[in-house]
């Protein structure tokens, strides 16, 4: 509930909501009372449903026209809690994490039929990351749960791994593979509070260990398949989890099997009460945190947000960075950044050959006021010989917001300063009349 609100606070659609999500939890208690009493003659009243459905809304839900589909996801998640069962470590236990199976189910379901845009799925995974410090506020949040479930072990594999990797492909690349992050936030909120249900993870340290891990990596491959399929990419931290519930059996096995079981971190702490054990993890959990944070892996001032980074990256030919460093400018223009028109002009007809979307781009940029443009836009007509130019005051706002929510109420000398930490050309020092074009 305290991520709902934060993050609300900071994109209203989510208190826009408020009303549809205490209708889910009111349809969450009457179809859980009615599902117990159709199977036993009791029925328990407590708080189960209130982390289900916040967990929910916290990944996908439907916008206002087709919010009905969002009551049938949360029935679809209590019915395979109470219907889909195994006999685990003894006991009878649902096999599907709750939350996780019908955002998969649907999901999958969204993809094929092509109706992502029926949801605020896109929206959700992007303003996630609008309020400030919100890796440390979804850190601090799920500490009780670490606490009293051990789950930590789950949480630090899958960060560790995640960004392992993506450390390793900077170094290959030169470009981030998340683009604008390590690991984007809300794949830093499934791993917290998606996939680390401990009643449908392993039983064994190393085995979660293990299921952390390879939902970190599953979330990578997802996010690669989802991309060069021109699918929508929030998906990636949904998709495997009922495949990763389904594989817990498989997963303790192997860690305790003869070759694995030297390495079970169990096996340092078996002298520590449980609560015990689970500090010392949180511990390790939380050196590791301050540690990625420090070096700015995780956190609000990623260079991968900003577009210098971009800009370098393209004249360098790294991979992939001409064509995000298009989309990003291509979304400041739509957002109403002359400049950025004119330099996605510029790009189109230098980089692609498209003379037609280049014209129309420039001409754009013009209409928003951008001198230079104008300019451009006769040139482009004649020779198409184009120039470019710093970005206006006007411009700053827009260009400068990176991954984060709109920049307002920024005087100059605040915006200039902005420009220059994120490593725009000659902007430190700079004076209001920086990015004017000379007539």
């Known amino acids: 509930g305290s991520v709902l609100l934060y993050w609300g606070w900071y994109w209203r659609e989510v208190y826009h909501s408020i009303d549809l999500i205490v209708a889910q939890l009111l349809f969450a208690y009457g179809f859980d009372m009615l599902l117990a009493w159709s199977r036993r003659d009791t ?11 916040f967990s929910i809304n916290l990944f996908l839900w439907f916008k206002p026209d087709w919010f009905y589909f969002q009551f049938l996801m949360v029935a679809t ?12 470590d003894g006991r009878h236990a649902h096999i599907f994490n709750p939350s996780s199976f019908p955002l998969a189910i649907f999901s999958i379901a969204l993809i094929l039929t092509g109706t992502s845009d029926l949801t605020w799925g896109q929206n959700i995974a992007s303003t ?10 979804l850190f601090l949040v799920a500490l009780p749960g670490q606490f009293f479930f051990g789950v930590t072990s789950m949480t630090l594999s899958a960060v560790a791994a995640t960004y392992v ?10 470009v981030y593979f998340f683009y604008d992050s390590y690991i984007p936030i809300a794949v830093f909120l499934g791993m917290h509070l998606l996939f680390t249900d401990p009643s449908t993870a392993p039983g064994t340290e ?26 929508p990419t929030f998906y990636d931290k949904l998709l495997q989890v009922p495949a990763l519930n389904l594989s817990i059996k498989l997963i303790d096995r192997a860690a305790r ?15 520590l009460a449980p609560r015990r054990r689970h500090l010392a993890y949180i511990a390790i959990w939380t050196i590791v945190f301050a540690g ?4 700015g892996g995780v956190g609000d001032d990623h260079p991968g947000q900003w577009l210098p980074f971009w800009r370098e990256a393209c004249e360098a030919n790294r991979q992939r960075a001409c064509s995000y460093l298009g989309s990003v400018e291509a979304g400041f223009c739509a957002r109403g950044s002359g400049w950025a028109c004119n330099e996605l002009g510029i790009m189109q007809a230098q980089r692609e050959a498209d003379y037609a979307g280049s014209a129309k781009s420039i001409r754009r940029g013009c209409a928003l006021g951008f001198s230079l443009a104008c300019v451009n836009g006769d040139a482009i007509d004649v020779d198409g010989a184009v120039k470019s130019a710093p970005p206006t005051l006007e411009d700053l706002p827009i260009v400068l917001r990176g991954s984060k929510g ?12 902005l420009a220059c930490r994120q490593g725009w050309p000659n902007t430190c020092g700079q004076s209001k009349d920086y990015g004017v074009t000379p007539p």
């Open 257 to 271: 099997s003869t070759f694995l079981r030297a390495l079970d971190p169990a096996a340092f702490g078996r002298l």
């Open 128 to 137: 996630q990351f609008y309020p400030p410090h919100m890796y440390a506020m």
């Open 206 to 231: 190393l085995g979660r260990v293990i299921f952390g891990a390879l939902y970190g990596l599953s979330t990578v491959a997802l996010y690669a398949l989802l991309g060069r399929a021109g699918l």
């Open 406 to 417: 709109p920049i307002v109420n920024q005087s100059p000398s605040a915006l200039y300063a």
């Open 292 to 295: 990625m944070s420090a070096v």
């Open 77 to 88: 998640g209590f019915a395979a809690k109470d219907l889909i069962r195994w006999e685990k």
């Open 43 to 53: 029925c328990t009243l407590g708080f189960g449903p209130f982390p289900v459905v």
């Open 165 to 174: 990797f993506g450390l390793l492909y900077f170094a290959i690349t030169g």
